[in-house]
Nanobody, 116 residues
Framework: QVQLVESGGGLVQPGGSLRLSCAAS????????MGWYRQAPGKQREPVAI???????NYADSVKGRFTISRNNAKNTGYLQMNSLKPEDTAIYYC??????????WGNGTLVTVSS
C-alpha cells in the first residue's frame, strides 16, 4: 500500500522559511516523478515544483529562486525548501508521485500560512 505523508507546514511570518517533507512508503521515490502542488482558498490546485525521474527540476514562475525541491533516496523522502515566503504562498501543500500506467498518488496535504 502506497502512502505519502507530508509534514513541516505551519505559520510563518513573511520573509521566513519552512521545509516541507514527504515521507513515502510502499513506493521508491527515486524511480518516479515527484512533485509538490498547492491549493489556496478558493483557487485550483497548481504545481509548485517537480522533480523528474531524470533528475530535472521544474518550478512555477512564482516560486523560482525561492523554493527548492529535493529528495533523500536513503530516507525515501522528498522535500520542499521554501525561503522568502510571501502571504500569497499561503495554501495547502500536497506531495504527488506519478509513474507509468496511470500511477498517480497524493498525500493528504500540509497547511502553510504566511502571515504577520
Amino acid at each position: 500500500q502506497v502512502q505519502l505523508v507530508e509534514s513541516g507546514g505551519g505559520l510563518v511570518q513573511p520573509g521566513g522559511s519552512l521545509r516541507l517533507s514527504c515521507a513515502a512508503s510502499g513506493i521508491i521515490l527515486s524511480i518516479y516523478t515527484m512533485g509538490w502542488y498547492r491549493q489556496a482558498p478558493g483557487k485550483q490546485r497548481e504545481p509548485v515544483a517537480i522533480f523528474t525521474s531524470a533528475l530535472r527540476r521544474n518550478y512555477a514562475d512564482s516560486v523560482k529562486g525561492r523554493f527548492t525541491i529535493s529528495r533523500n533516496n536513503a530516507k525515501n523522502t522528498g522535500y520542499l525548501q521554501m525561503n522568502s515566503l510571501k502571504p500569497e504562498d499561503t495554501a495547502i501543500y500536497y506531495c504527488n508521485v506519478v509513474g507509468p500506467k496511470g500511477m498517480d498518488y497524493w498525500g493528504n496535504g500540509t497547511l502553510v500560512t504566511v502571515s504577520s
